[in-house]
């Protein structure tokens, strides 16, 4: 696996293309602009949800049994799992007995982060993602490379030929009404034929022991309400206590995510339909370690709206395979390296650290200080690239000499050249000033 | 299998007993009423028509009922169902399924004609009027189905209705 910086220099070496990435992501950052400056109270919004999410973090424990609870008592069958291992096993356990092999999802990153599509494959059964974007990225064996808008880094050529190679569309056709229209027939052969759908959660509620799905193509809905089994698979963060907290956090996810005033729709399972079994596996995967964290614990108040990904400089302009996560961007950056931190120890250092992803934020996370965090933990744990280690070494001991320091500033205001080495990513695609005749120090001496 | 989910939730909830004491802020206060709730309907891509209009408009449309069973639904070329309200800000209709033939009809349908007669400002207000014993299952349903996931193409019918008409009755 190639580090996000390695893979960042492969996507940018499209230029043409960079650009375009750049600018369709900044498109979608500016219709949430827009969409959140039409409420005067979207200030007060994300301080209310903010508070709310403090608040079910430091009582998450209650919440997540009273949610159970509640679940239950509506006839849903709730699961635990640990890790990513605990939760495939439950979910194949419930699905093993029926006979048909194939079955549909929609857009969960959650059964992403578990590999579950993988796992089921290996066992005999076929997982249809259903949103438009994912099958995409499945057809090509692609990770989705943003959570919102999986194929974002796809033109509609590359849609194209990936739909006449798998659904035997016209070659050369390339109208998104044309495919998607493509895409609606194959996928409404599965919704009718399925026993089974998996679903993700955005939010499950507490108080009612409902949870809410929202999409916007209706997917998710076409495939829970066809099949005999739905499975909902949610992280123990996504619970709220109310149920009129709904309220606040589907003004704000919307809008934040692609600029709408809400999805177009926001379903409410509440009872499973007569004759009909409803499961939720409740999955940890380091969530707790996270959260016995207090530096990086509310990064789990985190509602998946993307936001952050599509304000990022960085995020953009490297795209979201750089970050070999399912979640990318500046938030993935801070949540991968909790569930492993060697493998991910490049992510917390893909970021400016401008603070746009904080600014933007629905639920106020701290993203950008805790992508500081990560690098200062990283660094102490050894785990940090070893260039970086060894120029922060180099240059600590520089700082400690003033000696050394002033010797090496004049040599290096002389042959300034010497910096731009193979040693110095600095140099890279950037045009450096040229260094002053003479120091500070000595102006300020001449005076 | 049982054993491993129980010891799994054991685990999980052990994990949370230290609890801070961070107060939920309580309701949203303050916001803004000025919406327009035909204006939203507008933005999420959906028509309004008068009673008159759709009669011309969909003379062969089908009614809520409750014989049709979740496919038939898929042949149903244009369904009417009745909204419980619409929200202002975001032109989205509450549906429970006491008043849907099928969970999945305001989806599978090729085409939607949904009646409205109540509408309130905001999301707040919706949540408050829903602060009764619970349905099985609802949703807030704003436009058509669309998907933009193809270059960031708007395209409008991705899986659900092709089209939604919603018909305000006073």
Redesign the interface.
């Known amino acids: 696996m190639s580090s996000h910086a390695e893979a960042s220099e492969k996507f940018i070496a499209d230029a043409a293309r960079t650009d375009w990435h750049d600018e369709?992501l900044w498109?979608?950052r500016a219709k949430r602009d827009k969409a959140s400056k039409v409420?005067?109270?979207w200030e007060?919004?994300r301080e209310?949800a903010s508070?709310?999410k403090?608040?079910t973090?430091?009582?998450?424990?209650?919440y997540?049994?009273a949610f159970e609870a509640k679940a239950q008592a509506n006839g849903i069958q709730v699961?635990?799992?640990?890790d990513a291992a605990?939760h495939n096993?439950?979910v194949h356990?419930i699905i093993a007995s029926q006979e048909s092999k194939v079955l549909v999802k929609s857009k969960s990153m959650l059964t992403e982060e578990c590999h579950l599509n993988d796992y089921l494959a290996k066992k005999g059964i076929e997982v249809v993602d259903?949103?438009?974007?994912e099958r995409?990225v499945q057809f090509r064996k692609e990770p989705p490379s943003h959570i919102v808008?999986?194929?974002?880094h796809?033109?509609?050529e590359d849609?194209g030929e990936t739909f006449h190679q798998h659904l035997g569309t016209p070659k050369g056709n390339k109208d998104?009404?044309f495919?998607?229209?493509a895409?609606?027939q194959h996928?409404?052969g599965h919704?009718?034929a399925s026993e089974v759908a998996i679903t993700g959660v955005n939010f499950a509620v507490a108080e009612?022991g409902?949870f809410v799905v929202c999409t916007?193509?209706?997917?998710a809905?076409?495939g829970a309400?066809?099949a005999k089994i739905h499975i909902a698979c949610m992280g123990?963060e996504k619970i709220i206590?109310?149920?009129?907290d709904?309220?606040?956090f589907?003004?704000l996810l919307a809008r934040s995510a692609?600029g709408?005033?809400?999805?177009?729709?926001?379903?409410?399972?509440?009872?499973p339909?007569e004759g009909q079994q409803m499961h939720i596996v409740?999955l940890?995967n380091g969530r707790?370690r996270q959260?016995?964290d207090p530096k990086y614990k509310n990064s789990l108040k985190c509602i998946r709206c993307a936001a952050c990904f599509n304000t990022c400089p960085v995020y953009r302009r490297s795209g979201g395979h750089s970050y070999h996560q399912p979640v990318a961007g500046p938030i993935g950056s801070i949540l991968a390296p909790n569930i492993d931190k060697k493998a991910n120890a490049d992510l917390p250092f893909a970021s400016t650290l401008c603070g746009s992803c904080s600014n933007v934020c629905p639920v106020k996370i701290n993203i950008h200080e805790q992508l500081w965090f990560w690098r200062q933990d990283l660094m102490a744990a050894g785990l940090a690239p070893a260039s970086k280690k060894i120029g922060m070494q180099f240059m600590a001991f520089v700082l400690a000499h003033p000696v050394i320091y002033r010797l090496g500033g004049s040599l290096l205001r002389r042959f300034a050249s010497l910096l731009n080495n193979r040693l110095n990513p600095w140099y890279k695609q950037r045009e450096m000033p040229v260094a002053p005749k003479e120091s500070f120090q000595e102006w300020y001496k001449k005076r | 299998m049982v054993q491993k989910t129980m010891s799994a939730r054991n685990q999980i909830l052990a994990k949370m007993e230290s609890c801070e004491d961070v107060k939920h802020p309580g309701a949203f206060l303050g916001a803004s009423e000025d919406f327009d709730f035909r204006a939203s309907l507008e933005v999420v891509g959906a028509r309004v028509l008068t009673v008159e209009e759709l009669e011309i408009e969909f003379p062969g449309r089908r009614r809520y009922d409750k014989t049709m069973d979740g496919l038939s639904l898929a042949e149903v070329e244009v369904l009417e169902i009745d909204g419980e309200f619409g929200v202002a800000e975001n032109g989205a209709i509450w549906l429970t399924e006491e008043a849907l033939p099928h969970r999945v009809a305001p989806f599978i349908c090729q085409h939607l004609v949904i009646n409205v007669s109540k509408i309130l400002p905001h999301m707040h207000a919706a949540y408050a009027a829903l602060n009764k014993p619970n349905g099985s299952f609802g949703l807030f349903l704003a436009g058509p189905s669309k998907t933009a996931d193809i270059e960031q193409s708007l395209v409008i019918g991705a899986h659900g209705a092709r089209s939604l008409t919603v018909v305000i009755r006073t």
């Open positions: 369709t498109f979608v409420l005067p109270e007060a919004l209310h508070q709310i403090d608040h973090l430091a009582n998450l424990g209650e997540l049994q699961h635990w799992a640990s605990e096993a439950i356990g259903t949103d438009l974007g995409i808008l999986p194929a974002i796809l033109k509609k849609v998104p009404q495919l998607t229209e895409a609606r996928l409404r919704f009718l009612t409902e916007n193509e209706g997917n809905d076409m309400h066809l123990i206590p109310k149920r009129e709904l309220a606040i589907l003004r692609t709408q005033l809400i999805t177009t729709y926001s379903s409410h399972f509440h009872q339909r409740l940890d707790t959260l016995a």
